[in-house]
């Protein structure tokens, strides 16, 4: 069982130029002081540093006061400073663990401290983890909120869906921490087999249309004596088909670019012959204005244009001279490749000849076909069966997690776990002079709705009964509880005392309690801290000595969050 | 007016002098204008600062040796020979005279009367000389072939250099002079036999164009390498030039008209080179890019497809009928090459031009785009000078 202690708080206001320290008692603290002395600011201070912030108003507490939280997680030590939202984790020997402006960065990183893994839902259905409200929410009787009939002890809850259910279930043991963990672990396992399952269904698919397309009525048995040969032929044969049908791709065009170098050099000359009559005639007659007795076309007689027209016929010429030589080229080309293609032809007929040879009823490639196909469903079962073996332990694996997760969430272990709670509510109304009540229907969650002077006790008994439950051997962890002020209105005088008692004796031995109260009591509490200056819950003549104290911590959260890019409030004040 | 001018203008007007050109088949004017092409680019390398070429007006050529101002005439009788060598018969029409050493024991030959002489060659050349009394003249009787007449000197005249008339023999220089001083008119300039040459030249009458162009050529790539390939159509050119000039046209009268119906300077032929300077020899650069693609990747088919494509465009030039096709992908190669350059290596930009014409012209065969983005480039990027 995890064991979560408060043990001090240092409260700091510069501009008031006060300060407090007080530390707790690890079981009975009493805060004693009148309305306004600062028990509930100094109660919510703790709270708010941790980084849960209680609903109610603080009268005349100073905005930018700092505050410093000493407390224990399974009895190691670490401190926790606050302004605003920024926050600076630190351990026992005051060293910076880590700083946050940010109010969903330090819930986070809160979580992972206490190991508190509880997994809620928030507004959009998204899986997310508790923060230090649901971590307190149980443990502590806020004068603000706590003692009506509805869970409104921390501010902002609502931004979960139904958030008291899940935590009552993980402090009770209903849900506990390893529920969660072993939830995830089944998540994680889930996903890996739904892709795997996935996979088999689309090889199953495809061997399936496969085994429609190619039926395996051919011969299934391969005579031993022909296995290598066929294995050899086929293997050569297949090579030679793609061989010839590269070969032809490359004949076909081959032959394309061969005619057209034919037809260029054919139509070239019929240009350059049209070009020469036309040059004889230019270099014979007399001409103003040239025109063309081919084509009737005027040609200006400037230098410039003739030689033009020369310089295109010469260049033209010299292609033809250029072009009739790759045509020589290609037609070599052509021809060898022609040739390979015939050699290839002729092995390509000698050998399906051999194949085609039927010995007996059985041909040859009947069976290569077969075999084909056969070998293709081999392919598709070795496939499966490796699928298989990546399914099969996932299956296991989550099998064993769904029945561990089942053992804890038995009914048998409910009912254990409700039959505490029951009876303990029983036991604490009776101890608080209430009436009994009738608690066979009772669940965790049925926070009592009475008015008058009994609603006070009810809600305590109810809350003892809560804390009774978690401390159960299904309990996971041991919190302080934090109660502040029982003397709520309609609570008459004489049930008060016996309201105090009850906190100071019949809670459980081993349970930290921080009760808070106006008026001194004979009880016995371990330790009591005295408030009695109203609207000065801080002291001057403390100052100095807590900031010398305080300041390391200050400087070194600071110097953390101004190094980053952002250290501005930019969360919801927690 | 220049009255050196006026003066060819006047002889050009005298039926004695013009040459009427009816005499020459196809072939003798090819050999006529290809010489002609031959001596320009002769006297263009010997530093003539000018000269002005008249065909068929005075003679078959006449040379000035000033377009504006000209001091000096040439005049040429361009004649080519099918078979054997030119006589002292078909030259001057006139009988062979004996040597006077052998007088004595040949028996008397028949006289051809002396006025023949007009009719021939040399006739010609000398009524034409006799006409220009300002400009400083003189006269060659050019052919393939050469003559068979003995020299003074005892050399030969078909085998040697040009030679002056008045290196033969003195019995054949006197009856020449007896009989040209028959047909010369008496106000005639002084006959100077030693002003009147005979060459022999190397021009092949069956393929005077190929001779040409080799001079042409060797003419180039002296002074401008990158454009010696192109002779051939400079050649072709030229000739399409000369060839209309005094053919079958009317005599000027006047000096411009002399100049534009049969003359030819060195300002026009300079003109011409000028010319040549301005167009890349595509034929070579394309020659040269396809082998450096192929270093670069290409294989043989590809390079050959491009080839063929480049064909059919030229093709599609030369019958003047370019596909509208043609039109817009060149002016598509233009507007991409004007924004992209190209590197030590062809392929990079070549490729990422033709991918670019692709997505222009989904529908043209790649080969086609590759041959028309290739002549573009040249057209664009080939360093001139």
């Known amino acids: 069982m995890k064991n979560f202690r408060f043990k001090s708080i240092w409260l700091l206001s510069e501009s008031e130029q006060r300060a407090r320290s007080e530390s707790f008692s690890p079981k009975k603290t009493l805060l004693v002081g009148m309305n306004h002395t600062g028990k509930s600011s100094l109660i919510k201070s703790l709270f708010t540093a941790l980084g849960a912030f209680p609903t109610g108003e603080l009268d005349r507490w100073s905005k930018d006061a700092t505050v410093l939280v000493e407390f224990s997680v399974d009895g190691v030590t670490h401190y926790v400073v606050q302004q605003h939202n920024h926050r600076g984790l630190f351990d026992a020997g005051g060293n910076l663990d880590f700083a946050s402006a940010n109010a969903t960065d330090w819930g986070r990183r809160f979580s992972d401290l206490v190991g508190f893994n509880l997994v809620l839902t928030d507004q959009q259905l998204k899986s997310v983890t508790g923060d230090a409200r649901t971590f307190f929410l149980p443990f502590y009787v806020n004068q603000d909120g706590s003692w009506l009939a509805n869970w409104s002890t921390f501010a902002n809850l609502k931004q979960y869906r139904n958030p008291v259910d899940s935590v009552i279930e993980y402090f009770t043991g209903v849900k506990p921490p390893i529920y969660y963990e072993l939830n995830s672990q089944k998540l994680v396992r889930q996903k890996e087999l739904a892709e795997l399952r996935g996979e088999e269904k689309v090889i199953k698919n495809i061997k399936d249309r496969f085994g429609n397309t190619v039926q395996l009525n051919g011969p299934k048995t391969i005579p031993d004596v022909f296995d290598q040969d066929i294995a050899r032929l086929t293997e050569e044969i297949t090579a030679l088909n793609v061989e010839q049908e590269q070969l032809r791709n490359t004949l076909v065009r081959e032959k394309e670019t061969a005619e057209s170098l034919n037809l260029q050099v054919k139509m070239a000359e019929q240009a350059l012959a049209h070009y020469d009559s036309d040059a004889a005639f230019l270099q014979t007659e007399p001409h103003e204005v040239l025109v063309c007795p081919v084509c009737h076309a005027e040609h200006d007689k400037t230098f410039m244009d003739i030689l033009r027209y020369a310089e295109d016929a010469r260049i033209l010429r010299n292609l033809v001279v250029q072009l009739k030589d790759d045509s020589r080229k290609a037609n070599d080309v052509l021809q060898k490749s022609k040739v390979r293609l015939r050699a290839l032809d002729d092995r390509y007929s000698r050998i399906s000849a051999i194949l085609e040879t039927r010995r007996g009823d059985l041909r040859l490639d009947d069976v290569v076909r077969a075999m084909g196909a056969e070998s293709a469903f081999a392919a598709f079962d070795a496939e499966l069966v490796e699928l298989e073996a990546k399914i099969d332990p996932l299956v296991i694996a989550i099998d064993s997690l769904t029945a561990r997760l089942g053992d804890l969430t038995s009914t048998k272990r409910s009912r254990d776990i409700l039959s505490i709670f029951r009876t303990s509510y029983a036991a604490a109304l009776q101890s608080l002079n209430m009436p009994p009540v009738e608690t066979k229907g009772m669940k965790l969650t049925s926070r009592p709705k009475l008015s008058g002077s009994g609603g006070p006790r009810s809600i305590l008994a109810y809350y003892a009964a809560l804390w009774h439950t978690s401390l159960s051997e299904y309990g996971s962890f041991s919190m302080p509880v934090v109660i502040d002020s029982p003397q709520q209105q309609g609570q008459d005088a004489e049930n008060l005392p016996v309201m105090i008692e009850y906190i100071s004796k019949n809670l459980p031995e081993n349970m930290q309690v921080i009760l808070a109260v106006e008026a001194p009591t004979t009880c016995n509490f371990d330790k009591v801290i005295k408030f009695d200056e109203a609207y000065h819950l801080l002291k001057a003549d403390q100052y100095s000595l807590i900031y010398e104290f305080m300041r390391p911590f200050t400087d070194s959260m600071y110097e953390a969050l101004v190094g980053r890019e952002d250290p501005g409030e930019d969360g919801p004040a927690s | ?385």
Not at chain 2, 111 to 136: I, M, N, Q, R
Request: glycine residues 6%; proline residues 4%.
């Open chain 2, 1 to 385: 007016m220049s009255t050196a001018l006026d003066e060819v203008v006047l002889a050009l007007a005298d039926p004695d002098t013009s040459e009427s050109g009816g005499a020459h088949n196809q072939k003798g004017i090819e050999f006529q204008k290809n010489w002609a092409i031959v001596k320009m680019f002769s006297l263009k390398e010997n530093g003539n600062i000018d000269f002005l070429f008249l065909f068929e007006a005075v003679q078959d050529v006449a040379i000035l040796n000033s377009s504006t101002v000209p001091t000096r005439i040439e005049i040429f009788q361009v004649k080519k020979k099918d078979r054997l060598e030119w006589t002292w018969a078909s030259l001057t029409n006139l009988h062979s005279p004996d040597a006077p050493s052998k007088k004595a024991k040949s028996k008397v030959k028949k006289a051809k009367p002396l006025d023949g002489v007009a009719d021939s060659p040399l006739g010609k050349l000398f009524a034409s000389l006799a006409s220009f009394k300002t400009l400083e003249s003189s006269g060659s009787f050019i052919s393939n072939a050469g003559c068979n007449l003995v020299l003074a000197s005892g050399g030969n005249v078909a085998t040697s250099l040009p030679v002056a008339l008045s290196e033969l023999p003195s019995h054949f220089t006197d009856l020449l002079r007896a009989a040209l001083d028959t047909v010369l008119k008496p106000s005639s300039a002084k006959l100077e036999l030693s002003k009147v040459m005979l060459e022999k030249v190397d021009i092949p009458v069956d393929d005077a164009q190929t001779y040409t162009i080799g001079i042409v050529h060797k003419y180039l790539d002296k002074v401008s390498p990158l454009h010696a390939g192109q002779a051939r159509s400079f050649v072709e050119s030229l000739l399409a030039k000369l060839g209309p000039l005094g053919a079958k046209t009317a005599k000027a009268t006047t000096i411009d008209e002399m100049r534009s119906r049969h003359g030819y300077s060195l300002g026009q032929l300079n003109a011409a080179l000028g010319n040549l300077q301005q167009i890349p020899d595509i034929e070579f650069h394309l020659k040269q890019w396809l082998e450096q693609l192929a270093k670069e990747g290409l294989v043989f088919w590809e390079v050959s497809q491009i080839r063929v494509a480049a064909t059919a465009i030229f093709s599609r030039k030369l019958f003047g009928a370019p596909l509208p096709d043609d039109v817009e992908i060149s002016i598509c190669c233009d507007a991409w090459l004007g924004v992209n350059n190209i590197g030590t290596n062809l392929m990079p930009v070549f490729d990422s031009g033709v991918a670019h014409l692709r997505a222009k012209f989904p529908s043209a065969k790649k080969a086609e785009l590759q041959a028309h983005f290739l002549l573009k480039a040249i057209e664009q990027c080939v360093d001139l000078s």
